[in-house]
């Protein structure tokens, strides 16, 4: 019952491919991964989401940075503050983003996706702590209706699924079949384009069940137009802007 409601509810398929820029649109000028200025590029472009990483610090903060360390701190002992200091950047000059200001800056493109990515260790102590931090901050930035959930976790994925039945929740790991995560409540796969290659039926068992097919990190015009003929719904790229064209031909050859 539970996997079928939220499959209704979250689940429906894309309607035709869509791009989503892997650590934000890191590669346009002034960016940096997982910088603001990164999401800001992938609203500018009209991207379907901007995906980023969040990690928890040592005093129950978030921030946005993809590694579990940051400048050979770990980021899990380290207090916010001491992350924050002005001696620490990103590569564009940035301050390491909290999430409350990474979140606050999404307001600007409100058609933009939000697709978050809690980075886990598989600890249980880490993902009980993490995982009700980010769904409160989501709901006091006002943006739990744009917030597509993935991680490598799968008890991080039921856990999403769980506290936010009305969003999408995609696996990362790449090693189930989708009619698994399904039973589990999971509404799709967010898989390496090397197992949707290796696994192609998949794409069609988990259509068949309404759930997402997402595809990372598909960088090359081959791979990205082997994807689309597989079937994708999400694109996950650090190359939107190419994406984007070869989504529109896809479309267009379609349609003729």
Partial sequence: MLAGSLTAACGKKAEGPRVVAHRGYWKAEGAAQNSIASLLAAGRIGAYGSEFDVNLTGDGN???N?????????????????????TLRLSNGEIIPAL????????????????FELKSKGDPDYEAAA????????????????????????????EFARLMPRNRVEYLGGDIAPAEL???????IDYHFSVIDAHPEWVAEAHGLGMVVNVWTVNEEADIRRMLERGADHITTNEPELAQ????????????
């Fill in 62 to 64: 978030l921030v946005v």
């Fill in 66 to 86: 993809h590694d579990f360390t940051y400048h050979g701190l770990t980021i899990a002992e380290t207090p916010l503050a001491d992350l924050r200091c002005d």
């Fill in 100 to 115: 409350d200001e990474y979140l606050e800056a999404a307001a600007q493109y409100p058609d933009l996706k939000l697709v």
């Fill in 131 to 158: 995982l009700p931090a980010c769904v409160e901050a989501i709901r006091r930035h006002g943006v739990a209706g744009r917030v597509e959930f993935i991680s490598f976790s799968l008890s991080a994925c039921r």
């Fill in 182 to 188: 399904h039973k589990a409540g999971i509404t799709g």
């Fill in 245 to 256: 064209r070869l989504i529109a031909e896809f479309t267009a050859d379609r349609r003729r």
